[in-house]
C-alpha cells in the first residue's frame, strides 16, 4: 500500500513561514492527486490545497490563497505546502492524502478536495502558530 509521511511541521510566530513536506512511497501504485487537510481540536478536518499529479493543476481554500503554495517534485515523489504569512488560527495538525482509487478526491476544478475520495493518509504533522 502507499505510505505518506508529512514533516516540517513546529512552533511559528504569526506572520512566518513554514514548509511542510509530504513524502510517498509504494511500488507499483499510481495516484491521482494530494490534498492537504488540517484539523483543528474540536474541528472538522477540512481541505486546503490539492494538486494533480497529472498536470499540476492545483486548489487553494480562500483562506490560504495567496499566502500558501503546494508543489510537487516528481523525482521525489513529494509534495509540499509552503506556508507564508501564517495566522493564529492556522494552527493546526495538517495531512497529506493520496487519491489512488480514481480522481474522486481532487480533479482539477474548483470544488474543493472531498475527504472521502482519499485513500491513503500520512500521520499528520502539528503546526502551531503564536508569539
Known amino acids: 500500500q502507499l505510505q505518506l509521511v508529512e514533516s516540517g511541521g513546529g512552533l511559528v510566530q504569526p506572520g512566518g513561514s513554514l514548509r511542510l513536506s509530504c513524502s510517498t512511497s509504494?511500488?507499483?501504485?499510481?495516484?491521482?492527486?494530494i490534498g492537504w487537510f488540517r484539523q483543528a481540536p474540536g474541528k472538522e478536518r477540512e481541505g486546503v490545497a490539492a494538486i494533480l499529479v497529472f498536470d499540476a493543476t492545483t486548489y487553494y481554500a480562500d483562506s490560504v490563497k495567496g499566502r500558501f503554495t503546494i508543489s510537487r517534485d516528481n523525482a521525489k515523489k513529494a509534495v509540499y505546502l509552503k506556508m507564508n504569512n501564517v495566522r493564529p488560527e492556522n494552527t493546526a495538525v495538517y495531512y497529506c492524502a493520496a487519491d489512488s482509487n480514481g480522481p474522486d478526491g481532487y480533479y482539477g476544478n474548483d470544488v474543493p478536495p472531498d475527504r472521502s475520495g482519499y485513500d491513503y493518509w500520512g500521520q499528520g504533522t502539528k503546526v502551531t502558530v503564536s508569539s
Open positions: 509504494g511500488f507499483g501504485i499510481d495516484y491521482y492527486s
